[in-house]
């Protein structure tokens, strides 16, 4: 499973930012997706998951900024980051689970000036 991702980039405190992430071909039997985040320095961490119950969970760190929502249709994801802190810069990382196997897409930056 190939994933595509999109949004990120540079902005200041305070801000938002919208990322997307979805197979490139039409995939079935997704259970779980998502991102995850490594900060330099940092470990590998959960940011936001959404399983396709609609069940969703967050890193304790971003809850009440952060919001993600799932377009089942086409197991695209979607992580609304609103009041960014300088602490959520990190390479953000797009998830799918399918099978019993994650798949990974390519890092997106998300660099967050003070």
């Known amino acids: 499973v190939q994933l595509q991702a999109s949004g990120g980039g540079l902005v200041q405190a305070g801000g938002s930012l919208r990322l997307s992430c979805g197979p490139s071909?039409?995939?079935?039997?997704?259970?779980?997706i998502g991102w995850y985040r490594q900060a330099p320095g940092k470990q590998h961490e959960l940011v936001a998951r959404?399983?396709?119950?609609?069940?969703?969970n967050y890193a304790d760190a971003v809850k009440g900024r952060f919001t993600i929502s799932r377009d089942n249709a086409k197991n695209t994801a979607y992580l609304q980051m609103n009041s960014l802190k300088p602490e959520d810069t990190a390479v953000y990382y797009c998830?799918?689970?399918?099978?019993?196997?994650?798949?990974w897409g390519q890092g997106t930056l998300v660099t967050v000036s003070s």
């Open positions: 998830s799918l689970v399918k099978g019993g196997t994650n798949y």
């Open positions: 959404v399983l396709t119950s609609g069940t969703t």
């Open positions: 071909e039409t995939t079935f039997g997704v259970s779980a």
